[in-house]
């Protein structure tokens, strides 16, 4: 028996489960459960990520703080994961004890016995008003290359140009608008740069089946490029751990999230009285042979292969056994864009009364054990689930059940037919190995070939010409049938648990596992009468997920660098005409007073207003109406200001907000108006 911990990556707690995030998840579900049908004894467990400047300003956003609302994400994230039958043995957080614990005990041992721990001063840009020092998503301005407005920190949407924050020309605040200046404070960081990281991971990536064959590849260019030191602080004000012996400094990401993997696995350990040691100790977990199974997105890779293995081998940690990386998704064979993007989420899919178990098995035949994309194709997810997964497996059930139920009262009889049980049976290694290797796609392409065999054999059998002819033959043939039903259920297993618990009730017969195989029906075995066991999906179906308008935008900036699946998972679906009421509700429509109109030096087009938008709150508007009004005739007016419009940063100043005009294609302008009586402040809807 093989004792295996396993994870899934940390999902990031500031956005909602999507379909991308479900290909890892799936994924590792399923080879956790044939684990389990193996009767090893597996512990898959993940947990939110829940610290970081997004989650601390998100809750700013709202008015809760952090705990509330990481508190929230944690029951919806749960929910998408039960709907979708991701069993985790423990699902956490990692803004708990136990991970705070071993982060310190990580830092302490790296910093005092290994002497890995340096600091350098950083400089970063800070945002006076906010007081904080900003990641480089939250920084936005022109483009140094095309010279496009509002484009991120990091890189163009419109060219493409990677950069750095301060290469921005007129950079902005994201937060609050403001200027950013530049200001240095001292980092800590991990030594990967070191001679005995380095030698230690040449090592240590060499173990055969360590990584797959193309993650050796890309690692071994990493080697090449050789490692720089990884920066482990924020400052405050910050949402995580603070440092224990450097007040004001914060554990970032690589020093705090993935340290989650262990300390959720603690608090599972203390409810179930697991010998943690057994799984994390180096020297314990040796002699305890315990297996360490990380799976993640390619875009992690790094952080897993190099800086993680080396974190956990200088601070007497057991280091992983095998990382399993993935591709990402494509919808419709449509590029993932980035914050723009558009997106599927699982519930979006539920919605659209999709089965869940239809996604599962769509992936399990599309995934293999390489670090290729995989594409939803709409079309084809629709074909394979009716053609195939109805088509050719439920089907069997439903041709021959209903013979057993009406001429032989739910008796199942000899099935001396062995030709084609024999053949379902010599497959069983082939679609072990092929589930233990994560060459999913191979596993179905088997399965699937035996269930059109079985069909072929009622084809040539005809049931429904013995039922007059010849009866014992009929028995047999049905028997036969739902035998190799019964076998093909099992090996399907991991990828439909739900369906395959109610084909066990028809069947009659205990869970299964895969030692179960082959145990026959013994004769004269009851049967239940067959009720459906699954519908096929509908063209209605696919496009209520399309109507869906799954089109939100992406969740906020993420400071993590690639630490959640969801920044490089996002997909797009085609954008609708229409739009929800949910999306509708977002924009924030009030009534504003115009207390004072100005015209701007050196614009030809702009006015710039000052709006009152109750509870004496004014806001600074640029609006291009110059051509239509004169700043007397504004001033007192009443209009429409959109309230919730991220405050953008022009050349003139900064802009707060929108307000609604009408026009027409010869230019010429008609500002929105509530009717006499409507008050500053009052909600549009
Ligand atoms: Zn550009």
């Given at each position: 028996m093989r004792r295996?911990l396993?994870?899934s990556?940390?999902p990031y707690?500031?956005?909602?489960?999507?379909?991308g995030?479900?290909v890892e998840?799936i994924?590792t579900?399923?080879w956790?459960r044939f684990q389990?049908?193996q009767?090893?004894?597996?512990y898959?467990?993940?947990?939110?990520d829940?610290?970081?400047?997004?989650?601390?300003l998100?809750?700013?956003?709202?008015?809760?703080?952090p705990?509330?609302?990481i508190a929230?994400m944690?029951?919806?994230?749960?929910?998408?994961?039960?709907?979708?039958?991701?069993?985790?043995?423990f699902y956490?957080?990692?803004?708990?004890?136990?991970?705070?614990?071993i982060?310190n005990d990580?830092?302490g041992k790296?910093?005092?016995d290994?002497?890995?721990?340096?600091?350098?001063?950083v400089?970063q840009?800070?945002?006076?008003?906010?007081?904080?020092f900003?990641p480089?998503?939250?920084v936005?301005?022109?483009c140094?290359?095309c010279k496009?407005?509002?484009?991120y920190?990091d890189?163009?949407?419109i060219c493409g140009?990677?950069?750095v924050?301060?290469?921005l020309v007129?950079?902005y605040?994201v937060?609050s608008?403001e200027?950013p200046i530049r200001?240095?404070?001292?980092?800590y960081f991990?030594?990967?740069?070191?001679?005995?990281?380095?030698?230690f991971l040449?090592?240590?990536?060499s173990?055969?089946d360590?990584?797959q064959?193309?993650?050796r590849n890309?690692?071994a260019?990493w080697?090449?490029d050789?490692?720089s030191d990884?920066?482990?602080?924020?400052?405050?004000p910050?949402?995580?751990?603070?440092i224990?012996d450097?007040?004001g400094k914060?554990?970032y990401?690589?020093?705090?999230?993935?340290?989650?993997?262990?300390?959720t696995?603690?608090?599972?350990?203390?409810q179930?009285?697991?010998d943690?040691k057994s799984?994390?100790?180096?020297?314990k977990?040796k002699s305890?042979q315990?297996?360490?199974?990380?799976f993640?997105g390619?875009?992690?890779?790094?952080f897993h292969?190099?800086?993680?293995?080396a974190?956990l081998?200088?601070?007497?940690?057991?280091?992983?056994?095998q990382?399993?990386?993935h591709?990402?998704?494509?919808?419709?064979?449509k590029?993932m864009?980035?914050s723009r993007?558009?997106f599927i989420?699982?519930r979006?899919?539920l919605?659209?009364?999709?089965?869940?178990?239809w996604?599962?098995?769509?992936?399990?035949?599309?995934?293999?054990?390489?670090?290729?994309d995989?594409?939803l194709?709409l079309?084809?997810?629709?074909s394979?689930?009716?053609?195939?997964?109805?088509?050719?497996f439920?089907?069997?059930?439903?041709?021959?059940?209903k013979f057993?139920?009406?001429?032989?009262?739910n008796?199942?009889?000899?099935?001396?037919d062995?030709?084609?049980l024999k053949?379902?049976?010599?497959?069983?290694?082939a679609?072990a190995?092929s589930?233990?290797?994560?060459?999913?796609s191979?596993?179905?392409?088997i399965?699937?070939s035996?269930?059109?065999h079985?069909?072929?054999?009622?084809d040539?059998?005809?049931?429904?010409?013995l039922i007059?002819?010849?009866k014992?033959s009929?028995l047999?043939v049905?028997?036969?049938?739902?035998?190799s039903f019964?076998?093909?259920?099992l090996?399907?297993?991991p990828v439909?648990?739900?369906?395959c618990?109610?084909?066990e009730?028809?069947l009659?017969?205990?869970?299964?596992?895969?030692?179960?195989?082959d145990?026959?029906f013994t004769?004269?075995h009851?049967?239940?009468?067959?009720q459906?066991?699954?519908?096929?999906?509908t063209?209605?179906n696919m496009?209520?997920?399309t109507?869906?308008?799954?089109?939100?935008?992406?969740?906020s900036p993420?400071s993590h660098?690639?630490?959640?699946?969801a920044?490089?998972?996002?997909?797009?679906?085609?954008?609708?005409k229409?739009?929800?009421i949910?999306?509708?509700?977002k924009i924030?429509?009030?009534v504003a007073?115009?207390?004072?109109?100005?015209?701007v030096?050196g614009a030809?087009?702009?006015?710039?207003?000052?709006?009152?938008?109750?509870?004496?709150?004014l806001k600074?508007?640029?609006?291009?109406?110059k051509?239509?009004?004169?700043?007397d005739?504004l001033?007192g007016?009443?209009?429409i200001?959109v309230?919730?419009?991220?405050?953008?940063?022009?050349r003139?100043?900064?802009s707060?907000g929108?307000?609604?005009?009408a026009?027409?294609?010869?230019?010429?302008?008609f500002?929105i108006?509530?009717e006499?009586?409507a008050?500053?402040?009052?909600?549009?809807?």
């Open positions: 295996i396993v994870t990556a940390l707690a500031n956005g909602s489960i999507h379909l995030h479900l998840y994924q579900d399923i956790v389990k049908l009767e090893n004894q597996v898959y467990v993940c947990a939110d829940t610290h970081g400047t997004p989650i601390m998100k809750a700013d956003d709202e008015g809760i703080t705990e509330d609302l929230r944690e029951v919806e994230h749960k929910e998408d994961f039960d709907n979708f039958l991701i069993e985790f043995d956490g957080s990692t803004n708990n004890l136990a991970t705070r614990e982060a990580i830092y790296l910093k005092n290994a002497k890995l721990i340096s600091q350098t001063p400089e840009f800070f945002d006076p008003k906010k007081r904080l900003l480089d998503r939250y936005k301005g022109t140094p290359k496009s407005d509002d484009q920190g890189s163009c949407e140009n990677t950069h924050p301060t290469d007129n950079p605040s937060i608008g200027t200001k240095t404070s001292n980092h991990f030594n990967l740069s070191d001679d005995r990281c380095t030698n040449k090592e240590w990536v173990k055969p360590r990584l064959p193309e993650a890309k690692v260019e080697f090449k050789g490692f990884w920066d482990i602080s924020r400052d405050a910050y949402f995580g751990f603070e224990p450097a007040p914060y554990f990401v690589w020093l705090d999230a993935p340290i989650g993997y262990f300390g696995f603690k608090t599972l350990c203390d179930r009285g697991i943690f799984f994390v100790d180096a020297a977990s305890s315990t297996e360490l199974i990380h993640i390619k875009d992690i890779l790094y292969a190099l800086f993680f293995p974190l081998q200088f601070s007497g940690y057991r280091t992983p056994t990382i399993f990386a591709g990402f998704l494509t919808v419709n064979g590029k864009s980035k993007g558009t989420t699982a979006n899919y919605e659209s009364d999709l089965n869940p178990e996604l599962r098995y769509y992936y399990f035949s599309k995934l293999n054990s390489s670090m290729q995989i594409d194709n079309d084809d997810f629709l394979k689930v009716n053609g195939d997964l109805v088509g050719k439920i089907n069997i059930a439903s041709r021959c059940a057993i139920n009406k001429e032989f009262s008796s199942i009889g000899p099935t001396k062995h030709g084609i053949e379902i049976l010599n497959n069983k290694g679609i190995a589930y233990e290797t994560r060459e999913y191979k596993a179905i392409r399965i699937m035996l269930a059109d079985v069909n072929q054999y009622i040539k059998k005809k049931p429904w010409k007059k002819e010849d014992d009929l047999v049905c028997s036969t049938a739902l035998e019964r076998i093909l259920s090996y399907l297993k439909l648990p739900q369906t618990q109610e084909i009730k028809f009659k017969i205990k869970p299964q596992l895969w030692k179960d195989v145990c026959f004769s004269n009851q049967i239940s009468p067959y459906h066991l699954m519908h096929r999906m063209k209605k496009q209520k997920l109507n869906q308008h799954a089109n939100e935008k992406g969740t993420k660098g690639g630490e959640s699946p920044d490089s998972n996002k997909i797009n679906v085609m954008t609708e229409f739009i929800t949910d999306e509708f509700t924030k429509l009030k007073r115009i207390v004072k109109a100005e015209h030096e030809d087009k702009l006015i710039k207003l000052q709006l009152d938008v109750g509870q004496n709150k600074q508007v640029f609006a291009g109406i051509s239509a009004y004169s700043t005739e001033e007016k009443f209009t200001v309230a919730n419009l991220k405050p953008r940063k022009m003139f100043g900064l707060e929108m307000v609604l005009a026009s027409n294609e010869k230019g010429d302008i500002l108006s509530p006499k009586g008050k500053e402040g009052m909600e549009v809807k």
